[in-house]
Each structure stands twice: as C-alpha cells, then as structure tokens.
C-alpha cells in the first residue's frame, strides 16, 4: 500500500539519503541546493512510501490549486531509487494523484529531467502521463555533446588551435565567482537581454560552498585580462557537465574565448570519464520558438538536442 506525505525539516536527511543513491536524481535535489531560495516558493515537496519504505519523491511547490515540478529547478518529476516497473510507477503516481484530489489541487505540472541524466533511461513516467491525458505544454530543446563519442565539433570551432594568440590564453579554476559575475556575466546579459543571472553571486557562492564538488568556475584570461568564463554544475553519478552560466567580453568575442573555453573543458571531463557535457538550451516563447543563432552554435559545437518536456495534468 502506498502513502503519500509533504516533505518537512524533520525528513531532511531522509530525504538526502535517498537523493544520494538515486539513479535519477542530482544534487540540485538535495535540500540545501533546493532551499537556497524557499523564501521565493512555497515549497510542497512529497514523499511517497510503499509500507514503511520510501520509494519516490517529487521536489515540487504550490501557486494556489496547482502543484508545479519545484520552480526553482531546471528539471523535476518523480525521483526513484533505482529502475521500476512500470506498474509500480503508474501505482504510485495513482496514489500522488488521489493525494492531489483530496488536498483540493486542481492542476499538477511536471517538468521532466532529460534522459541523459537519467541512468536507467526508463520512460515510464512519460507512458503514465499520457495514458492520464496529461497534456504537452512545452518542449525545449536542451543541447548535450557526447564526450566518449567521435565529438563532431564544426572545423570554424577548430580553427582557434590555429590562431597564435592562443599562445596567451590562460584557463584557470576558481572558487571566486565575483570576478566573473561582476566583470562579463552581469554586463553581458543586461547588455544582450536585459536580464540578470538567476543566481545572485551571493547566492552561487554560498551554494558553491555547500556544493564544492559540484560547482566549478573556470575563468580565462589573454595576456593578464579575464576574457570569458564558464561556471558548471557537475554531477559525477550521471557523469554530466552542464555549463550553468557561459559569457565573453567584446575582446574575448574578437578571439574566440568562449569557444576555446568550450573546447578545453570538452577534453577535460573527456579525460575524467564524463559521458555527456550539456549546453542547455535554446527556445523561447514557452518553447514554440528556437533562437537560430544559438542553436547553431551549440550545433557546431557537437551538441545533439534532447527533448526537456513539460507536462499539465487536470486532477
């Protein structure tokens, strides 16, 4: 028999125990990344037991009657321990949808992870949510390069190991984020799309800090001047590389920094056994519009679009 509870302070290391051995779940699961900024969601994150055990969760919060994959991360759905059958998962999603119903949710919202993060890359989720007439209500595609494969990465990309000034560029590894925040991220996206990063400095540094191993900034100079830089998120389980945060400054543009950036730590996580590095990804307009140019970047970088899907449940 399945029940289903919302998640409290008390479940804390329950629930990051459970995250930690999953095979479908990464660190931006575990409490401390998920509550960095629970001042902005209400949190309704649920747990599901079969009998006493634990078998799944949903990191997820609440806007009125409707029960969102948490909002405040790139991808959700139902975190499991290990590879399920398929009667199991439509079980427990039964028993979350009767919970739903008798806590008066009309709607439940699951943002689902890409499968190159997923180790038993079962789409049994995605068969249950059709077979409840959930709808389709957004497709990104979310960019990944194969590492262990025959990466092909376009000759224009190739073509700064020709370029003598190469000679002067210096990559190096950071636990300081401010330089690169405040000196090209920052400017570079108000400059570009008046936006600013999702994450404060504040807020990727302290979470750099609860994360160390996860978390990386890498920053590349030309002749003594910071150019460009990459902050990644790193999750050794699924052997994934995501670059959170990618930005050049007009010089660096001039050289090509970025894609040189790219290239190396292409190589580098190539060496380290990573099977895939993840781009992110390129769509606009709640997913019905792709942005040419960025994709065609990703594109000649070696990136192969994965489908990042959205769906809508009527409880």
Same mark, same amino acid.
């Given at each position: 028999?399945?029940?289903?509870?919302?998640?409290?302070?008390?479940?804390?290391? %329950?629930?990051?125990?459970?995250?930690?051995?999953? #095979? /479908?779940?990464?660190?931006?699961?575990?409490?401390? +990344?998920?509550?960095?900024?629970?001042?902005?969601?209400?949190?309704?994150?649920?747990?599901?037991?079969?009998?006493?055990?634990?078998?799944?969760?949903? !990191?997820? /919060?609440? %806007?009125?009657?409707?029960?969102?994959?948490?909002?405040? =991360? *790139?991808?959700?759905?139902? @975190?499991?321990?290990?590879?399920?059958?398929?009667?199991?998962?439509?079980?427990?999603?039964?028993?979350?949808?009767?919970?739903?119903?008798?806590?008066?949710?009309?709607?439940?919202?699951?943002?689902?992870? !890409? *499968?190159?993060?997923?180790?038993?890359?079962?789409?049994?989720?995605?068969?249950? =949510?059709?077979?409840?007439?959930?709808?389709?209500?957004?497709?990104?595609?979310?960019?990944?390069?194969?590492?262990?494969?025959?990466?092909?990465?376009?000759?224009?990309?190739?073509? @700064?190991?020709?370029?003598?000034?190469?000679?002067?560029?210096? $990559?190096?590894?950071?636990?300081?984020?401010?330089?690169?925040?405040?000196?090209?991220?920052?400017?570079?996206?108000?400059?570009?799309?008046?936006? /600013?990063?999702?994450?404060? %400095?504040?807020? @990727?540094?302290?979470?750099?800090?609860?994360? !160390?191993?996860?978390?990386?900034?890498?920053?590349?100079?030309?002749?003594? /001047?910071?150019?460009?830089?990459?902050?990644?998120? $790193?999750?050794?389980?699924?052997? %994934?590389?995501?670059?959170?945060?990618?930005?050049?400054?007009?010089?660096?543009?001039?050289?090509?920094?970025?894609?040189?950036?790219?290239?190396?730590?292409?190589? #580098?996580?190539?060496?380290?056994? +990573?099977? +895939?590095?993840?781009?992110?990804?390129?769509?606009?307009?709640?997913?019905?519009?792709?942005?040419?140019?960025?994709?065609?970047?990703?594109?000649?970088?070696?990136? @192969?679009?994965?489908?990042?899907?959205?769906?809508?449940?009527?409880?």
């Amino acid at each position: 028999m399945y029940t289903v509870q919302r998640y409290s302070k008390f479940e804390y290391e %329950v629930w990051n125990n459970f995250v930690s051995v999953s #095979k /479908n779940a990464t660190f931006l699961f575990q409490r401390d +990344f998920m509550d960095y900024h629970k001042d902005r969601f209400e949190d309704y994150s649920l747990m599901i037991y079969e009998g006493e055990k634990l078998v799944a969760l949903l !990191p997820a /919060n609440r %806007v009125g009657d409707q029960l969102y994959s948490h909002q405040g =991360l *790139t991808y959700g759905g139902l @975190i499991l321990k290990d590879f399920d059958k398929v009667n199991s998962i439509a079980s427990v999603f039964n028993e979350l949808m009767l919970f739903l119903r008798d806590e008066y949710f009309r709607i439940l919202t699951l943002k689902l992870m !890409p *499968t190159k993060y997923n180790l038993f890359q079962s789409n049994a989720l995605e068969y249950v =949510l059709f077979q409840k007439k959930a709808s389709l209500v957004r497709r990104d595609m979310n960019f990944f390069v194969h590492l262990q494969r025959n990466t092909k990465v376009h000759k224009n990309k190739k073509k @700064i190991y020709n370029k003598e000034f190469t000679r002067d560029f210096i $990559i190096t590894e950071s636990k300081n984020f401010e330089l690169f925040w405040t000196e090209i991220l920052k400017p570079v996206l108000k400059q570009k799309y008046d936006v /600013n990063p999702v994450h404060s %400095v504040n807020e @990727i540094q302290k979470l750099s800090d609860r994360f !160390p191993d996860n978390i990386q900034q890498f920053n590349l100079e030309y002749q003594g /001047n910071l150019v460009a830089g990459m902050t990644l998120f $790193i999750e050794p389980n699924s052997r %994934v590389v995501k670059s959170q945060y990618g930005a050049v400054n007009e010089l660096g543009k001039k050289l090509k920094a970025l894609d040189f950036l790219y290239l190396e730590l292409f190589k #580098k996580y190539q060496d380290l056994g +990573f099977e +895939f590095f993840d781009l992110g990804t390129t769509n606009e307009a709640d997913g019905y519009i792709y942005n040419h140019g960025l994709t065609n970047y990703k594109e000649e970088l070696g990136g @192969i679009p994965t489908n990042l899907d959205r769906y809508e449940l009527q409880l």
